[in-house]
């Protein structure tokens, strides 16, 4: 097997508040293969968005490893692209502005930049409206740009942090099935945060389980639905509702996992996920 694409190694976060220290991020270890689309899921305000900023070199961890094709990340480079659920992009720029704006940075010729950012407006079909303003653009548009603008650069691993958790259902629905789409043409290796099951699902190659605060590798569940993804995956029942089931029990138990620590604070949150883990692998041996 060869290097991964990005790779974690005993990774930990904390923060000192009022006198006390709290735990984030405890990742003992996770790899994400070269061209693996990878979705991660875990209770809320567990650490998922900390993860994404940490591995964007944005965020500096207390200890541990991060690298990206065996090369240890220290800070933001052009080898990672990360995109956020705000769209981030510059009101004043047309689309195609912000598109090649990462390359304009770069120092690129006006040449380059231009052929690459027709390339990415054709592949994300914004063609039409590259000399449009944000302004001018519905929410599932802009998300289109601010994908666009990362891919322009050519990043080795995307980084993407709930990117369509503010669009209406059927954006939504209609990215999602955008993004495998792109994915499927340009394999780039994805690291997917999202709060939402049933995208984690219809996403992922595997979907990585967090545990509630500080934030540990619960499970790790493959997807095994046929690629290319599309209306005949989201209507492969079947499947779906097995690997949601599986996803929906882990959930529960990490919400226990919370209630359990505050029931009882003689225990510690160690105990309390070394309990759980035990008990969780049982089950999905059970199932499998």
Known sequence: MGTPALEVVGLRKAYARDGRTLEVLDLARLSVADGEFVTVVGPSGCGKSTLLHILGGFIPANTGEIRVHGREVVGPGPDRGMVFQEFSLFPWRTVGGNVGWGLEVRGAPASERATVVDHYLELTGLSEFRNHLPSELSGGMKQRVALARVLAFDPEVLLMDEPFGSLDAQTRETMQEELTRIWERTRKTIFFVTH????????????????????????????????PRGIVVRKHAVTRAVLRQRLVKHQRRLKDDLASTIACPERSRGDVDDDRGQALRAGIEAEI
């Not at 219809?202 to 639905?225: I, M």
């Open 196 to 227: 939402d099951i049933d995208e984690a699902v219809y996403l992922g190659d595997r979907v990585v389980v967090l545990s509630a605060r500080p934030a540990r590798l619960r499970e790790e569940v493959p997807v095994e639905l046929p690629r």
